[in-house]
Nanobody, 120 residues
Framework: QVQLVESGGGLVQAGGSLRLSCAASGSIFSIFAMKWNRQAPGKQRELVAVMHSDGSTNYADSVKGRFTISRDNAKNTVYLQMNSLKPEDTAVYYC??????????????WGQGTQVTVSS
């Protein structure tokens, strides 16, 4: 069974920084794209950043230049460094990853989410 566990959320003042982590565990054969998403109260979940297995990245326009996604393949972990945080970044942040386990077609797994609150 595969699990994704996020950590690193919290309360920070505007202009501050946080670093989120998401570690995948279980009988993992390979991991393809790893992504960070967020959902603010009353809003739809949105994609924030993605790192593909080839190391290429994509970001939502709203976070470009402020957030950086990175990945440690040896630890099956993806990170999201968030700088210059704004109150509008307040949301529950979720990671997901497309993971292949032995003998099973790959599918997307989700973490439980971590709260990020940015005060003005």
């Amino acid at each position: 069974q595969v699990q994704l566990v996020e950590s690193g959320g919290g309360l920070v003042q505007a202009g501050g920084s946080l670093r989120l982590s998401c570690a995948a565990s279980g009988s993992i054969f390979s991991i393809f794209a790893m992504k960070w998403n967020r959902q603010a109260p009353g809003k739809q979940r949105e994609l924030v950043a993605v790192m593909h297995s080839d190391g290429s990245t994509n970001y939502a326009d709203s976070v470009k230049g402020r957030f950086t996604i990175s990945r440690d393949n040896a630890k099956n972990t993806v990170y999201l460094q968030m700088n210059s945080l704004k109150p509008e970044d307040t949301a529950v942040y979720y990671c997901n990853a497309e993971i292949e386990v032995p003998y099973v077609r790959s599918k997307v797994y989700w973490g439980q989410g971590t709260q990020v609150t940015v005060s003005s």
